[in-house]
């Protein structure tokens, strides 16, 4: 059997292909663009298209594609085959061009753009990501060269997630040189955020999943009364992986590890069915690209195995949902980590500037962090003890803190806590030293080690909003401190003074205890700390004062740019609790309030056969039992009557701000309406009526 290092990145134009293949200039030009920003010749693009080109027929590919991430949060890609016109004697010549490969062009229009395209203004330009290495993605359609491209209109507008991302990066890299500056720092040329996304996801057995028109239509379960066993045993958190997912796992892994993606962990989460999988930390684009690749290929791999993978955020009711946990780090390319505190943080003057910065810069934008992580799936997971709460804090632990209320008290730090020596009690265990602080997984934005977690971000979303936002947000508070410290006679001295004032003035939005209590939901609200519990009370931040000055100053986004997003966000809001309204209003109607009166008339004619077998006989409980499926099939049915109204009004409200919330004020309340009695009758009814898999059945028969 061969070992995965015989085979890892085997599916990627890498350093090593490009080095084997490409001549010495063209080498050289390349990595002058991917490091200086030095725009790509025409000769070196035309040979590394040709080489790119070579090396994808040599693997068996045909076609090739511009792959983007347009504003649906999904990727897209149109295949182009290689061959051009027949030449003379009738043969296909392959050819790629270096055109080819910087630029494409697509339908600006018929993607989300908020506005930012008319329907009938349709050029869109897709351009070259070469940051981002190309890769063959395995189809039915046959191996498929995918070049990561970032994708813009015709009149310069990002219409994607990548390209705010890239922009996002140089702004931070910018900044972070000129505190690096400070310290004397004059070997790094360029710092770049890194990213490890964790991907949480359930694994269901697609046979029952197309029984069940709510997760075909819209990834969740609008219908389901809790089954008899939940998560409440925990026995399913990292216990044994079953044959039959394991085998999955493997797969996914070797398809993932060919594409150059480092998986690195894999194990049961703490769901029944809910499973996560972790790859090893990447440059943030790479990253962004790596993490659709794991969704993509998690979907694809299901399928081979009769399974089908949900990644909403929150497909089962009463059990936890998904999320995608981004952690995140600045890494210079000298091996840097500006987030590494060392065994002394205190006596760190580089970290501790770097680590205020960041607690200013989550303070001053801590409603346009949470937007970053608003959808409508997100909505009903943060808050719910599974994920963190919807206000966004900063966990430090107990070393960083002990040195944050050192800088309070005095203006500098003198100690840092060390971790105590781990004494199991058990002689044949080793005794090693702990680390200074425990974990908090109630925290959406916690500092673990030697970067930051934040945890709020949904199993479905394209980790890329929430990292421009970090790097931007980080990238002004790194700006406005070398500002104030570029010229000082004394750094040491200048930074502590400048540390000391930012944690007095930032130093609320620290908390290091439980943020699933109702005790810190009302000191946050002393605190004065946002709450937006939904996407709809998130949206706003995108167009505030604040967030348009600090992007425009970064050349990240536009003003139109933004208010674009923010329509989008409203309308793919409302569209999606649409969907789901229509779903139940379709479900209860065609399926399951018709099964419930079959089961009621089995029921009716059964007291009168036992009635005219016996006149004596009692029928107290049938009676009372079907007096109870009654009321609640005419609950339902008036619940469904209502939600079909109250969608409708809601649909026909043109401002889509107004329509969003008209959605979440209105049709949520009236779906939950539907959705008790439904749940109500699941629990009576014989299980043989009933139209769709339970619970029980979609977590544990896998």
Known sequence: MPSVADYFGINVFSEAQMKERLSASAYEALHRTIDEGVELTKDAAAEIAEAMKNWAVEKGATHYTHWFQPLTGTTAEKHDSFISAPDAEGKIIMEFSGKELIKGETDGSSFPSGGLRATFEARGYTAWDCTSPAFIKPSSAGPI???????????????????????????????????????????????????????????????????????????????????????????????????????FMKDVDEDLWRMGVSSKTEHNEVAPAQHELAPIYAVANVAADHNQLIMET????????????????????????????????????????????????????????????IIEAVDKHADLLRESAADAGNDLRLGADEAPPAIISVFL?????????????????????????????????????????????????????????????????????????????????????????????????????????????????????????????????????????????AVPALTTESTVKLFEKFKIFTEPELLSRSEIAYESYAKTVNIEANTMVDMASKMLIPAVIRYAGRLARSINDVKAACSSANTTIQTELLIKINDLVNEAGRAVEKLEEVTVSSRTIEDAALRAKAYRDDVIPAMKALRDPIDSLEMIVDKTYWPVPTYGQLLFEV
């Open 145 to 247: 060269l995918c070049i990561p491209t970032a994708f813009c209109s015709y009149t310069g507008e990002a219409l994607d997630k990548k390209t705010p991302l890239l922009r996002s990066m140089e702004a931070i890299n910018e900044q972070a040189l000129r505190i690096l500056r400070l310290f004397g720092n004059t070997t790094s040329k360029r710092v770049m955020p890194s990213v490890g996304a964790e991907q949480e996801y359930f694994l269901i057995d697609r046979a029952k999943y197309l029984q069940r028109p709510d997760l075909i239509f819209t990834g969740r379960t609008l219908f389901g009364a809790k089954p008899p066993k939940g998560q409440e045993m925990d026995d399913h958190y990292f216990g044994k992986i079953r044959e039959r997912i394991g085998a």
């Open 397 to 537: 632990g107990d070393q960083l803190e002990d040195i944050v209320e050192q800088y309070i008290r005095s203006g500098s730090a003198t100690t840092s806590i060390t971790g105590d020596v781990f004494r199991s009690g058990v002689s044949t265990l080793p005794d090693f030293v702990k680390d200074a602080t425990d974990r908090n997984r109630t925290s959406p934005f916690a500092f673990t080690g030697n970067k930051f977690e934040f945890r709020a971000v949904g199993s479905n979303d394209s980790i890329s909003e929430a990292n421009v936002v970090l790097n931007a947000i980080v990238a002004e508070a790194f700006c406005r401190a070398a500002d104030a410290l570029e010229g000082s006679e004394d750094i040491t001295a200048a930074a502590n003074e400048y540390i000391a004032k930012l944690f007095r003035e930032h130093g609320r939005v620290i908390f290091n205890g439980d943020g699933y209590s109702k005790e810190w939901r009302e000191e946050a609200a002393r605190r004065g700390l946002p709450n937006r519990p939904t996407m709809v009370d």
């Open 298 to 357: 998690l979907k694809r791999m299901a399928k081979r195995h009769n399974l089908r993978c949900l990644l909403h955020e929150k497909p089962f009711a009463g059990v936890n949902g998904s999320g995608k946990h981004n952690n995140w780090s600045l890494v210079s390319d000298d091996g840097i980590n500006l987030l590494n505190p060392g065994r002394h943080p205190h006596k760190n003057t580089c970290f501790m500037l770097v680590l205020a910065c």
